[in-house]
């Protein structure tokens, strides 16, 4: 199997970990973490793993020149992008964050031709705005307006324009250095920016950590492993073998992974459903985004793959 098909993998494994996460994390917030608490957490415990694995299986040093392009990264793809992720979940329906984050490929399209003046092609072209127009049908007919916020989702486009300036900052140092390495100092200084938040620790001093059920405790446990830890680690050995813009297409992904994920751990009682029923017209549109999905990764894929 070649590093490319792997790589290609671990980014839809990823999406199927956020997709997951979009209705497993609702119910922790706000009955018992605030999201500031949620977020030192999920910092806290993925940064600690994170230096734990590179200690054991990595032994590469970070030139000191390289260490602001890594502060960037780790403000804009864990302390905002997590910041805002939250608290506009805490906010707005699952759904709606899934749908909103689909702009994060166009944004990352964008930020890609004016940083690392990567061409915007036809094909690539042609395959977002198929991509979009799935997402934005899908919106239509997707949520039950069960929670929705203005505010919330404001704050989740924000969230979805920082990964995207992420995706793009990270890129280079993925030519220099092994994804443990950076991503482990990306959250070292993403924590960083986390404890100086204002609101954490006032609120983490409040919380009462006794009254979290353990089924709450197994949530936040998946949220700190797999979708902080495995997540991060599997997106920048992703963006080491495809580009930036390819890796965010399978942000078309998120909405319909989390409308299976909403209905399947609701029928399991793990979860409020916040969809509905799927009905041939959603999955008309789902195909729609697979569709985009395909056509723009496949020929980075293709070319990709001859290189190795």
């Not at 009254?211 to 991060?232: E, H």
């Amino acid at each position: 199997m070649s590093k490319v098909l792997k790589a290609h993998i671990a980014l839809f494994s990823v999406n199927a970990l956020y997709g997951a996460n979009h209705v497993i994390a609702k119910g922790v917030m706000p009955d018992y973490l605030t999201p500031s608490v949620f977020i030192f957490l999920r910092a806290s415990g993925a940064t600690l793993l994170f230096w734990i694995f590179k200690i054991i299986f990595v032994r590469e040093k970070v030139q000191r020149k390289d260490l602001f392009l890594m502060a960037l990264c780790g403000l804009f793809g864990v302390a905002m992008n997590q910041l805002f992720f939250f608290h506009g979940l805490s906010l707005t329906s699952p759904v709606n964050t899934g749908i909103i984050m689909t702009i994060n490929p166009i944004l990352v399209v964008v930020l890609s031709f004016f940083i690392l003046k990567e061409a915007i092609t036809l094909r690539r072209s042609v395959g977002i705005l198929i991509g979009a127009t799935g997402a934005v049908l899908l919106t239509l007919t997707a949520g039950t307006g069960i929670g929705d916020s203005s505010l919330g989702d404001l704050f989740i486009f924000i969230n979805a324009a920082s990964y995207a300036l992420y995706l793009v900052l990270v890129k280079p140092l993925m030519g220099k250095y092994k994804p443990l390495t950076v991503i482990t100092y990306v959250f070292s200084f993403g924590f960083i920016f986390v404890m100086l938040y204002p609101p954490t620790f006032m609120e983490l001093s409040i919380t009462n950590f006794s009254r979290i059920p353990m089924s709450m405790v197994f949530v936040i446990i998946y949220v700190v492993v797999g979708v902080t830890f495995l997540a991060y680690l599997l997106t920048v050995f992703g963006l080491k073998h495809v580009s930036p813009s390819a890796t965010s297409a399978y942000i078309y992904l998120q909405p319909v992974l989390v409308m299976l994920f909403a209905v399947g751990l609701s029928a399991l009682g793990m979860a409020e459903d916040y969809t509905g029923t799927i009905t041939g017209e959603k999955i008309m549109y789902m195909i729609l985004i697979f569709i985009g999905v395909y056509i723009t990764s496949s020929k980075s894929f293709k070319k990709e793959s001859l290189s190795q």
